[in-house]
């Protein structure tokens, strides 16, 4: 990426950290991983730092692959779903190739929406969410990559400014559809599902208003959703491994005072999602509104709704996961481990809460200056 | 030195209880057993008292001289011609407010060590505390609605959790979700609010805020109105009034703070601070002067019916705050905050002696009652108020009769999409 040399050094050691902290909590968790892990991110790192988007997005349909190949027996819709990405991403390298504008970005936006699980594209990433948590949490890491190839390759196109309000209001749209379906999940990780997908929906109309030249708010959107969403993936596929299958549908079990590490930290993820105060989510869920309410003041305002919809549903599923009469288990709360990304997670998630400018100054310099 | 000191003394306030909640939580998600309940209660006291602290510098840096000061600590985020600023507003309105809840969080937080001794979520409770202090400062301070709303969203947060504070019985459970529902919905109204009067007038600056007169008398009253919303969910206004009664689950110390003293006036002090608004936009304060009177008329009659001291003192607050928020909207905003500051002082005492209630009618004995002028005026409309009030005019139902058609929709697109990612899923073999 050509621009300042000193902006863009940071950039990419900034990026370099949010690269390795959702690779590093599925490697922690898994274990076996590593090797694949670090592979991905010396090639998301490529993709980070090469200026040329065909190389890029062809490193990126490179990790969707391995994605795919690393899916392929617990979730096989997921793994169809991710090598359609892949392959959609190789049709975008073509496109830019041949400076075919309106195709590059359409692709783009197809590759997207499999990657984030933006509905009619979501059966992949909704089967991820409930029986492949962890490689959820590994594709993450690269959909960031991808959030920022397209609002540096693709979002400056006149096609892409053209067509923003219409991925804002598809985007605000689901974003609410998909809040309301929260509210009636019958098993803990639909609430995983639920949020993923909605904030898919959030995604794409941040990506929409980056079009318009709001990048620092779609970089921020996209960062943020990915750790917080991360964090929850963690958080109840740590608490399912330990009592199994959770059901939704009698009184509430009170698992909070069995595990009240995992109890709090699923109400922390919980909330940053949904735009809790000091948490990246806050910050970034204002900062989108604004850029949203220039392009679409509906789409904000059903964006708006949707966030406080499924911050109901969020407590509510928190209430009837973890409060009721004790429950009695033999199992340990978070392990050393376990804590340990927990506190990672948090910490980047207070930080970017705190002091979202030491990301978003960065971003806006590099993207903006370029583009 | 005097801005020295003012600078120090607002993030003393806003950030000490913040940080040492931070401390306390980070330490027990690292190990529990390295804090007692004491040190428990040491570190975030030591919080609560760097808030007061960080007040009465602020109280003596402006020496309650008539100007306001903006103390600017650059932008909390700036991206491109949008930022937040980490501006803080210092004026009359801020301090008295600041200070009410300071104090009172201290003398809570001193009440509390002796009353949740040995409870299960002493150290939970202490950390949320912590937090709702740093939330009022945050409030109380605020020189742009954006911070504002991070406080009182912090404040909102806290609220469900303390009133979900006996998280083993199913009610107190069911009533924080419902308290915190009603607060969502209506903080939609704020965050519109906000996004708006930033597109319109260029900032959410408090100061900036007279430039409201401006805009036209329908921009305005929707502004108005849509702030008001989110007032009338915190303050419990008509016809959200519902979950307060549900709120008394929480422990008595909590009770006292949030719903008696600190928490059910925030709503009432977000009008004083956009008063500017207010006065540009009739309409809307029309509005507020029924919606107080109306809910001033509902509570005080529950309250004649309520058996339960905490449920009846509640009702009571509520009364009160709606005849404040008549004020308010009246344009009696001295009259106002003088009411607003005697009230949170004699309920929070009140609620905090409300455990001793069984001792006390001991102690005094039971009043007669004596037939009211209505019963003696018109006893038909007086029992049918009666059976009204025992069902607290059915508000419950009513409010379950409106998210009924949501949760009906949700059940439907649930089922689609259900449908729609069956349709769209790779078939998987049954042998395999």
């Known amino acids: 990426m050509s621009g300042h040399a000193g902006f863009i050094l940071s950039f990419i050691a900034f990026s370099a950290v949010l690269l390795a902290a959702p690779l590093l909590a599925a490697g922690l968790r898994t274990r076996s991983n590593w090797i694949s892990a670090a592979c991905m991110l010396g090639v998301l790192t490529f993709a980070l730092i090469t200026s040329n988007g065909v190389l890029a997005y062809l490193a990126l349909a490179l990790v969707t692959a391995i994605h795919a190949a690393s899916a392929w027996h617990k979730a096989p819709t997921g793994a169809l779903y991710l090598l359609a990405a892949a392959a959609t991403l190789v049709a975008t390298a073509l496109a830019l190739a041949f400076a075919s504008d309106t195709l590059a970005f359409g692709l783009s936006c197809v590759a997207l929406a499999l990657r984030a699980g933006l509905a009619p594209f979501h059966a992949g990433v909704a089967e991820m969410c409930m029986k492949q948590r962890e490689l959820l949490l590994q594709q993450s890491s690269s959909l960031l990559i991808l959030v920022l190839a397209h609002l540096y390759y693709i979002d400056h196109l006149p096609i892409a400014y053209e067509m923003a309000p219409m991925l804002v209001i598809w985007g605000a749209l689901l974003t609410l559809v998909y809040a309301l379906t929260a509210l009636v999940q019958r098993e803990l990780g639909g609430l995983l599902r639920s949020s993923t997908l909605m904030h898919a929906g959030m995604l794409y109309a941040a990506v929409g208003a980056g079009a318009r030249g709001h990048y620092g708010a779609a970089l921020l959107v996209a960062v943020s959703v990915v750790f917080a969403l991360g964090g929850l993936a963690l958080t109840i596929s740590a608490l399912e491994a330990r009592v199994g299958k959770i059901s939704l549908t009698g009184p509430g079990v009170g698992r909070a005072r069995a595990f009240p590490r995992l109890a709090a930290a699923f109400a922390f993820f919980g909330g940053a999602s949904v735009g809790m105060p000091g948490t990246a989510g806050f910050i970034s869920d204002d900062v989108l509104l604004h850029a949203l309410w220039e392009e679409s003041p509906a789409g904000a305002i059903i964006i708006i709704f949707g966030s406080a919809i499924l911050a109901v549903a969020t407590l509510s599923i928190l209430a009837k996961a973890f409060f009721g009469p004790p429950m009695r288990v033999h199992t340990p709360d978070l392990s050393l481990q376990e804590r340990s990304i927990v506190v990672l997670l948090v910490v980047l998630l207070l930080g970017l809460g705190l002091a979202p400018q030491l990301l978003v100054g960065v971003a806006e310099l590099v993207l903006g200056n370029t583009i | ?432």
């Not at chain 2, 019916?305 to 509520?318: C, F, I, V, Y």
């Not at chain 2, 689609?416 to 042998?431: A, C, F, I, V």
């Open chain 2, 1 to 432: 030195m005097m801005p020295d000191m003012l600078q120090w003394g607002l993030v003393l306030s806003i950030a000490g209880p913040l940080f040492c909640s931070l401390l306390v939580g980070l330490l027990l998600l690292a190990r529990s057993h390295w804090l007692t309940e004491n040190a428990v209660y040491k570190l975030c006291n030591c919080g609560l008292l760097l808030a007061f602290l960080g007040s009465l510098m602020v109280l003596v840096a402006h020496r309650f001289s008539g100007t306001a000061i903006e103390v600017d600590f650059g932008h909390w985020i700036s991206i491109g011609d949008y930022e937040i600023p980490a501006l803080l507003y210092v004026d009359r309105l801020a301090l008295v407010f600041s200070l009410l809840g300071s104090a009172l969080t201290l003398l809570v937080a001193r009440f509390s060590q002796t009353y949740l001794h040995k409870e299960a979520g002493f150290a939970r409770f202490f950390m949320l505390l912590g937090i709702f202090a740093t939330g009022t400062q945050l409030v109380a301070f605020a020189g742009a609605l954006d911070l504002f709303f991070a406080g009182w969203e912090a404040i909102g947060i806290c609220s469900a959790l303390f009133i979900g504070y006996f998280y083993e019985r199913e009610e107190p459970v069911r009533s924080a979700v419902r308290a915190f529902t009603t607060y969502r919905i209506c903080d939609a109204g704020f965050l519109v609010a906000i996004v708006s009067i930033h597109e319109l007038l260029g900032s959410t600056s408090i100061s900036g805020l007279m430039a409201a007169e401006d805009l036209g008398g329908v921009t305005v009253t929707l502004i108005a109105v849509m702030l008001m919303l989110a007032a009338f969910g915190k303050s419990a206004q008509l016809p959200f009034s519902s979950w307060l009664p549900r709120a008394m689950e929480g422990p008595t110390p909590s009770s006292a703070l949030f719903y008696g003293s600190v928490s059910i006036h925030i709503g009432l002090f977000l009008l004083l601070r956009i008063s500017p608004i207010l006065e540009a936009a009739p309409v809307a304060r029309a509005l507020g002067i029924v919606v107080g009177i109306a809910t001033a008329i509902y509570a005080a009659s529950v309250a004649r019916t309520h058996t339960d001291a905490k449920g009846a003192l509640a009702h009571a607050t509520l009364a009160q705050t709606g005849l404040i928020l008549a004020e308010i909207c009246f344009g009696f905003t001295t009259f106002a905050l003088i009411h607003l500051v005697c009230h949170a002082l004699l309920r929070v005492w009140q609620y905090l002696r409300a455990p001793n209630t069984m001792a006390d009618s001991h102690e005094f004995g039971h009043q007669a009652h004596t037939p009211s002028l209505l019963e003696k005026v018109l006893p038909r409309t007086s029992n049918w108020l009666y059976a009204q009030s025992l069902h607290r005019f059915r508000l419950d139902d009513r409010m379950d009769s409106t998210i009924a058609p949501v949760l009906w929709l949700a059940e439907s697109l649930a089922r689609w999409d259900e449908l729609l990612r069956r349709s769209l899923s790779r078939r998987q073999d049954p042998n395999s």
